[in-house]
Structures are given as structure tokens and as C-alpha cells.
């Protein structure tokens, strides 16, 4: 199984200013790599796929980069509806789909 | 815009199947463009990807749950359904439904249901 890690766990960040999120897989995914963002009480929301590729009718401000075992989600000037929990998920090894364990952006 | 839903009981008992089913709005099931997945979490614990359908109902399975779960479809009710037996405690989850591409590779999710609490407990 490749397992996904997060860092940071949790990211304090003002409005306003920009916000960096990690993945590491621990084998290469190659590009296959997918951000969620998920906000209590709802389902995940696909932001990026294939690691670099946004989702229909994500803002411009949510960018992917990254390949093999090493990605990046950033967020330039978070919104207010920004602050959320974030994903990322490998689908290189199919069908053993796995999932990161979340970085919570909040509000410093 | 596509909603997903889920439904079904949110207690079970330990040993018993586990059913739940998720009807699709603002689509067809039958337009045959998407795969339809089931997913969990568990509190404190990262997302599982349990299985998915096609119209056909053609179906994968992750191999971890595979010897415990069917997926099947009703096309005619626009829903898909998962059930899980012999269920524990580790069963306990959020379960999602979820939307995914067609295509070889596109097993990424595009759509999502908001989830249902199942805790398995006597």
C-alpha cells in the first residue's frame, strides 16, 4: 500500500495571505494525485487531479505541483471560505486508491 | 449539477449487514459517462475507498474489503447501493458516495455525497 503523508497537520494563516500544503507519497505516483477539500458536515470537493489540473469551477487562486513522491497544493490569498481540511489522494495504484491524512487550515 | 445522497440505518449490530443506499440527482446512473463509488472514514482515520460500479454493473472492489461487500445498481431508481456482512466495530465510519471518471486512470472522485454515520455497536 503507498502511504500518503500531510504536512503540515494543522496551518494557521491570516486572510489574505498564501498557504502551503504538502503530500509525500512513499513510492512514486507519478502525476496521479488528486486535492479535496473538505468542510464539516459535507462531502469532499475535488479541487486538483492528475496533480496539477484544476477541477471544473475551482478558483485560480488553488494551484497543484509535483511529481514521483513529493506535492504541493497552494492557496495564494486565502478567502474565508478557504479555511477547510484538505486531502490529497494517490490513484497510481489501482485498486489500492489511498488518501493522505488531512492538513486543517485555520484562521490564525 | 449532480447531488448525491445516502440513506440507510445509522446502527447496526455487530455481526449483521451493514446497507446503505445513494440516489443520484441531476444525472443519469444510465448515461453511462462515470463509475459510482462508495467511500468511509472512520473517526480520527483517513479515507477508504471501498468499491465502485458501472451502469453494467460492472463492479471493483478494494481487495482489503472485497470478501465483505457487494455494490450493485438500479438504474431505473437512479441509485446504487452498498452492503457490507459480517460487520465489527471497525465498521463504524462516515460513508460517502461518490462520483469517478470512466476512463482508465481517472479513479479520482468528482462528486460527493455530505456522508452517513454508521456505527455498528449492540
Known amino acids: 500500500e503507498i502511504v500518503m503523508t500531510q504536512s503540515p497537520a494543522t496551518l494557521s494563516v491570516s486572510p489574505g495571505e498564501g498557504a502551503t500544503l504538502s503530500c509525500r507519497a512513499s513510492q512514486s505516483v507519478s502525476n496521479n494525485l488528486a486535492w479535496y477539500q473538505q468542510k464539516p458536515g459535507q462531502g469532499p470537493r475535488l479541487l486538483i487531479y492528475?496533480?496539477?489540473t484544476r477541477a471544473t469551477g475551482i478558483p485560480a487562486r488553488f494551484s497543484g505541483s509535483g511529481s514521483g513522491t513529493q506535492f504541493t497544493l497552494t492557496i495564494s490569498s486565502l478567502q474565508s471560505e478557504d479555511f477547510a481540511l484538505y486531502y490529497c489522494?494517490?490513484?497510481?495504484?489501482?485498486?489500492?486508491?489511498?488518501f493522505g491524512g488531512g492538513t486543517k487550515v485555520e484562521i490564525k | 449539477q449532480v447531488q448525491l445522497q445516502e440513506s440507510g440505518p445509522g446502527l447496526v449490530k455487530p455481526s449483521q449487514t451493514l446497507s446503505l443506499t445513494c440516489s443520484v440527482s441531476g444525472g443519469s446512473i444510465s448515461s453511462g459517462s462515470y463509475y459510482w463509488s462508495w467511500l468511509r472514514q472512520p473517526a480520527g482515520k483517513r479515507l477508504e475507498w471501498i468499491g465502485r460500479i458501472y451502469s453494467s454493473g460492472s463492479t471493483n472492489y478494494n481487495p482489503s474489503l472485497k470478501s465483505r461487500v457487494t455494490i450493485s445498481v438500479d438504474t431505473s431508481k437512479n441509485q446504487f447501493s452498498l452492503r457490507v456482512n459480517s460487520v465489527t466495530a471497525a465498521d463504524t465510519a462516515v460513508y460517502y458516495c461518490a462520483r469517478g471518471g470512466v476512463w482508465p486512470g481517472e479513479y479520482y472522485f468528482d462528486y460527493w455525497g455530505q456522508g452517513t454515520l454508521v456505527t455498528v455497536s449492540s
Open positions: 489522494q494517490q490513484y497510481n495504484n489501482w485498486p489500492r486508491l489511498t
Open positions: 492528475d496533480a496539477s
